[in-house]
């Protein structure tokens, strides 16, 4: 049961991954940062960006160098943005 409960919490979200060329990408993820009194750093390699059924920011997480094995959560040929 709590499994599925998970499950149908988790589909209450999506998960995007942010184009880090398209400044106002950045700015938002940045402006998020900001009210919880942390920094962009500006040379990770990709960041993804967690919103509700309404579109809203509710989370974000970005990554530089390997962070963890690329074979066990994405393909090496696919490019972040």
């Known amino acids: 049961m709590a499994l599925g409960l ?12 942010v184009n880090l060329r398209r400044e106002r990408n950045v700015a938002e993820i940045m402006d998020f940062l ?5 920094n962009f750093d500006a ?3 990709g960041t993804l960006a967690l919103r ?3 579109g809203m920011l509710v989370g974000t997480g970005s990554a530089r160098g390997e962070v963890l094995p690329t074979s066990q959560w994405m393909s090496p040929a696919r490019e972040w943005g």
């Open 34 to 38: 900001r009210r919880y009194d942390l």
């Open 52 to 54: 509700d059924q309404e």
């Open 43 to 45: 040379d990770v390699e």
């Open 6 to 17: 998970g499950k149908r919490m988790l589909e209450a979200f999506r998960v995007e991954h």
